[in-house]
């Protein structure tokens, strides 16, 4: 008997025996994957857009609290060495003070020394890591941290 003469006839019927394996998606209809994917991609979305905002408010809140502490390592230097650093030196000089060198997006914290005024500026140059910008890309200064908690103390008398 050759083997061309076997009935196959009880293996094309019963799945058990079947070759064909079925594909990974093929008890899925089209509309359901679709509906699926869509799904997932608005759920992304709407993370995306809650989840942004509250990074840069958090990187935001840490220059703000970072320059709070270079301001009093400021303090600690004039206390000991009797002067303000000068520009030269900049935030590098504070290191025994405060370990602080970057902003959360990875730039140097800048410092500035006005010695005709006797005054001095520490700042983030923002999101952007360019002086100047506007909106999420602007600078965060000590300057504007004084005058908001001017308007503060204004606001509680």
């Known amino acids: 008997m050759a083997l061309s003469q076997f009935d196959t006839s009880l293996y094309e019927e019963n799945p058990v025996f079947s070759v064909k394996r079925p594909g990974l998606f093929s008890s899925y209809a089209p509309s359901q994957l679709a509906t ?11 993370a995306a857009i809650n989840i942004l905002p509250a990074q840069y408010d958090a990187r935001h809140k840490k220059v703000i609290s970072d320059i709070v502490q270079l301001d009093q390592g400021i303090r ?3 206390r000991i060495h009797k002067q303000l650093p000068t520009n030269a030196q900049g935030v590098r000089a504070l ?17 500035v020394y006005h010695a005709g005024e006797g005054r001095y ?13 506007l909106g999420k890309a602007r600078d965060i200064r000590r300057p504007d941290l004084i005058a908001q908690n001017d308007q503060r103390r204004g606001g509680q008398q």
């Open 95 to 111: 290191a025994e003070f405060v370990p602080l060198t970057k902003d959360p997006w990875g730039n140097a914290y800048q410092y």
């Open 76 to 78: 600690e230097y004039v």
């Open 121 to 133: 500026d520490i700042f983030s140059l923002g999101k952007d890591g360019k002086p100047g910008g």
């Open 36 to 46: 699926a994917i869509l799904s997932v991609g608005a759920l992304t979305m709407i």
